[in-house]
């Protein structure tokens, strides 16, 4: 005779249902512990800070500031501000007014004009220039061309007047070493194209001499002007000769 089992006394089939309530009470067990745990932690860490929060009101000194009384004898009162009189004018009373005059003058006004000074002018004196720098050289009776072009043509007629006319047998008769002599002279081409203030250095006075002599044959040129203006112009020529043995 077989036996005969009826499904809900099976066990078998409530063996994962029994599985899962096992696991859910095992983690509700847990979820409770570190909860408890978390608690005391956190009651722990506030009685802390409340002992903290009452060691530091206990290290603070009470002081006390003691308030002096001010005198009712030493209070300082303003004086009340002092009022001007203020003068009541009658309607009736004539006020002067005060009359302000134009200073503007008018076209019919003859306007007069007294102590007049006279400044005098005093005119710039310009002092001799030298040859190299003079801006509007003297001009060589004879010479064209620009600036550059009378400057050369100048020198060279000066130079070879000189040659020309130079006595160069005075220095064999007076008796001077041989070899190559020079003469050193200045002359002044003033205002008016005039040869003026004449000086000379020789080895001998009767060379300095004959080279006066020379250089006053240079003929009246045209005068150089600086700023626009005529100007004495200073001049140098060097004069070389050779004594034969």
Do not use: W
Not at 55 to 62: M, Q, T
Not at 90 to 116: F, L
């Amino acid at each position: 005779m077989k036996n005969k089992k009826s499904a809900k006394s099976n066990l078998e089939n409530f063996s994962k249902l029994f599985m899962l309530l096992g696991l859910v009470l095992s983690l509700l067990v847990t979820y409770i512990a570190i909860e408890h745990r978390t608690m005391e932690s956190a009651d722990d860490n506030v009685m802390a800070y409340t002992n903290n929060m009452q060691d530091d009101d206990d290290d603070i000194p009470e002081t006390e500031q003691e308030l002096e009384e001010i005198k009712p004898e030493e209070q300082k009162v303003a004086p009340p501000p002092v009022l001007e009189e203020i003068e009541v004018v009658e309607d009736d009373e004539e006020i002067e007014e005060t009359v302000i005059e134009s200073t503007e003058s008018s076209e019919e006004e003859e306007v007069i004009i007294e102590d007049i000074e006279e400044v005098e002018i005093v005119e710039e004196v310009i002092e001799d220039v030298p040859f190299s720098i003079i801006e509007d050289v003297p001009v060589y009776p004879g010479c064209k061309g620009n600036k550059t072009q009378l400057k050369k043509c100048l020198s060279e007629k000066v130079q070879k007047l000189v040659a020309k006319k130079f006595n160069v047998d005075l220095a064999q008769d007076l008796g001077l070493s041989p070899g190559k002599k020079r003469i050193f002279v200045m002359f002044k081409i003033d205002k008016n194209g005039n040869i003026t203030n004449v000086q000379a250095r020789a080895p001998h006075k009767r060379l300095e001499a004959e080279a006066k002599r020379v250089v006053g044959l240079i003929p009246k040129m045209k005068p150089g002007r600086q700023r626009g203006r005529p100007v004495g112009v200073k001049y140098s020529l060097p004069i070389t000769f050779i004594v034969q043995e």
